[in-house]
């Protein structure tokens, strides 16, 4: 059994309960509350960037509209994307012209901190959109700018963090895992959408099936199930725990939570709170 002071954390879109998510103010948060690594979702601008944001849009998280990879990356960094959240930024964590960040630029971040940290990346591809296409730039433009950093593909490395790839669409774990050991590539998952819970045979449920097969058969070695579906299919999970999978489950905010995963031998926990949860696994 895990106990709580062994579990690592990576915070959620960096420490996104307090400040805007994917925000250099987020990310340095995180990092100073002690996150053993920061999750981020990436998407391509139009001039070929990789750019942190988790919704194909701005609209949500930004004074802009209209989708991200329909503007450059200068106009995207013309965008207040922290003000949404009615949280000051504080000193020394950037004005708001600094807040949006590259790839390039959370590396830089994450290297700046001087210790061991993870990079959890997850490729947004719409699962539950039907018809949804997988463009294959998106993680061909993301792997090209990593090693441009230095990054060593057989260990996932640059420098002193470690990188991930994480997707709930199982073609793209696929492509990845065909690339990288197994052990650096995370399934996401979550329990089919009501709507489509009587309809296996439609698309979702295809890729939801597929999504059990890739972790059944260990194409990825990281499982990434949301705390929803693990407490709903907890045996299901002893028995990809049992068969070596790691387990980074999404989104752990609560004491209740956190106390589940340490019980089923969970490793990570992935939270918009880091230093809440640091706290309670460093009091445990």
Not at 91 to 97: K, L
Not at 151 to 159: C, G, L, M, P, Y
Not at 197 to 215: C, I, N
Request: hydrophobic residues 45%; aromatic residues 6%.
């Amino acid at each position: 059994m895990a106990t709580l002071g062994s579990m690592q954390i990576i915070a959620h879109r960096g420490a996104s309960g307090q400040y805007a998510e994917h925000t250099r103010a987020a990310y340095l948060r995180a990092l100073a509350d002690g996150a053993d690594g920061v999750e981020c979702d990436v998407h391509l601008s139009s001039d070929g960037q990789v750019v942190l944001m988790h919704d194909d849009t701005v609209d949500r998280t930004s004074d802009g509209t209209g989708p991200v990879a329909g503007k450059t990356l200068a106009e995207l960094r013309a965008l207040d994307i922290s003000s949404w959240k009615g949280v000051a930024l504080p000193d020394g964590y950037g004005a708001v012209a600094d807040q949006l960040l590259t790839l390039a630029e959370i590396l830089d971040l994450l290297r700046a901190a001087g210790r061991p940290v993870k990079l959890a990346i997850e490729f947004k591809y719409d699962v539950f959109t039907p018809g949804t296409r997988v463009d294959p730039a998106l993680v061909d433009r993301t792997l090209a700018g990593l090693a441009a950093a230095g990054w060593v593909a057989a260990t996932s490395t640059v420098d002193q963090v470690a990188v991930s790839f994480m997707s709930f669409h199982p073609d793209v774990v696929r492509r990845i895992a065909a690339n990288l050991p197994a052990r650096h590539v995370c399934q996401l998952i979550d329990d089919l959408p009501a709507d489509s819970a009587g309809d296996p045979t439609g698309e979702y449920g295809r890729l939801f099936a597929d999504a059990l097969t890739v972790l059944d058969d260990g194409v990825a070695q990281l499982a990434g199930p949301g705390i929803g579906f693990l407490r709903a299919h907890t045996e299901r999970a002893r028995g990809w725990l049992a068969a070596g999978r790691r387990f980074r489950v999404w989104t752990v905010n609560t004491p209740e939570d956190l106390d589940f995963c340490r019980d089923l031998g969970v490793a990570e926990v992935t939270t918009d709170w880091p230093g809440r949860i640091r706290g309670l696994t460093a009091h445990a």
